[in-house]
């Protein structure tokens, strides 16, 4: 089997249910009333607090017919119910917690204004989890909880004293004196080895990595940079690595903030809503200078030959002059990619890059000049 096949079938199954990427970032970026944007669609959770941006049409894009049909459940449930039934249906950790979330789930599933397939394709995935906490069903997820159990092992009981930390200085002073630093790095330099993700996960996909560098020092100094920009208590990826589930609602992703939920709920009341089965090179070529926003997650670090250099130019015949295509590199960052007629706004937004709370990957935001 070719690189690009194998990628193709790791990318055809329920791989993602909860986030690996902190979309606050490419909310900071989208312009508020931007007519038309595309955007990969993964567990949905990437596609949600951009329509708190009030786009007028979202075309949600994936190679996976699963992803888009959790993408799909995620936006039906922002238009059809209040935002603690959101957190309660999907798993998230609540003040309002719902005593019966399983009957909750059911209950909705039947009403919910779904595609056929997509009403069917949730009723047969839930049912099989027994309808437990959806976010934790992807295949991403369980590997993270897998290794969580691994670092709790190994770091013992600092791992959940993390969590106690009320301010960045308390945990930095923690991290100085009581964290089990050399089990914690031990836990790093055996989870960050690429065999451990392709056994686990990728199946061989797994992207080649081309950034300088050891992997240990690439994980090592992306959860460095977590523990400095707040409290581990809100950042999901850090309770996702700890504690193998998120226990605190302060650290909910970004379609829980309950002003992006009220928003992205008010904008569907005018956005429309696509969801395409498709390749996103091939979806945006086909656009005709309609998108003004492109969000690629980390896709383009998958790409090989002759779309890995010319994925940004096959693109241009969908983006209008000014468009933004926020790029997302995880450990492999597209090589001699052809940029002509893209200026990389990436410094610009350095203070917002640098906020973003999963810290692995490598941002691009692309700006197209037509002209
Ligand atoms: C790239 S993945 C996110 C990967 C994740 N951040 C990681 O590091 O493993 C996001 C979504 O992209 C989809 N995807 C991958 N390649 C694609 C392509 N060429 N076109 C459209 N969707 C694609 C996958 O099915 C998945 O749902």
Not at 142 to 147: D, N
Not at 180 to 202: D, E, P, T
Not at 320 to 334: G, H, I
Not at 348 to 363: G, L, N, P
Request: hydrophobic content about 40%; proline content about 4%; some cysteine.
């Amino acid at each position: 089997m070719n690189l690009m096949s194998r990628a193709t079938s790791y990318f055809s199954q329920l791989n993602y249910t909860l986030a690996n990427e902190d979309t606050a970032l490419e909310v900071a970026l989208l312009p508020e009333k931007t007519d038309t944007i595309l955007s990969i669609a993964g567990s949905g959770s990437r596609v949600v607090p951009l329509l708190s941006r009030s786009p007028r049409r979202v075309i949600c894009v994936d190679l996976s017919p699963a992803q888009l049909a959790l993408t799909e459940l995620r936006i039906s449930l922002v238009r059809e119910v209040s935002r603690s039934e959101f957190m309660a249906f999907l798993g998230y950790p609540c003040a309002e917690a719902e005593k019966s979330p399983e009957k909750l789930r059911k209950h909705w599933l039947e009403k919910l204004e779904l595609r056929p397939e997509t009403r069917s394709f949730c009723r047969d995935w839930l049912s099989s989890r027994d309808w437990q906490s959806p976010i934790y069903s992807g295949r991403w997820e369980k590997t993270f909880q897998t290794l969580s159990a691994l670092v709790q092992r190994m770091v013992g009981t600092t791992s959940r004293e993390l969590f106690d930390c009320r301010t960045v200085a308390e945990q930095q002073d923690f991290l100085r004196t009581r964290f089990a630093h050399q089990r914690w790095h031990l836990a790093v330099a055996l989870f960050g080895n690429a065999s451990v993700f392709n056994a686990l996960l990728y199946k061989g996909s797994f992207p080649k990595k081309n950034i300088p560098g050891s992997r240990f020092h690439f994980y090592r100094d992306a959860y460095s940079r977590l523990f400095s920009i707040s409290p581990a208590r809100q950042n999901f990826f850090l309770q996702l690595s700890f504690l193998g589930h998120l226990e605190f609602e302060e650290g909910n992703p970004v379609e829980c903030d309950s002003l992006v939920f009220e928003k992205a709920k008010e904008a569907l009341g005018r956005s429309v809503m696509e969801y395409v089965h498709a390749d996103a090179v091939e979806a945006a070529q086909k656009e005709r200078q309609n998108i003004g926003f492109l969000s690629f997650s980390d896709v383009p670090s998958y790409f090989k030959g002759d779309t890995e250099r010319q994925f940004m130019q096959k693109i241009r015949s969908g983006l209008n002059d000014q468009a933004l295509v926020v790029v997302r590199n995880y450990l492999r960052v597209p090589s001699q990619p052809d940029l002509r007629g893209f200026v990389n706004l990436r410094e610009e937004h350095r203070e917002v890059i640098a906020q973003e709370k999963v810290q692995v990957y490598t941002v691009d935001v692309f700006r197209h000049d037509s002209k």
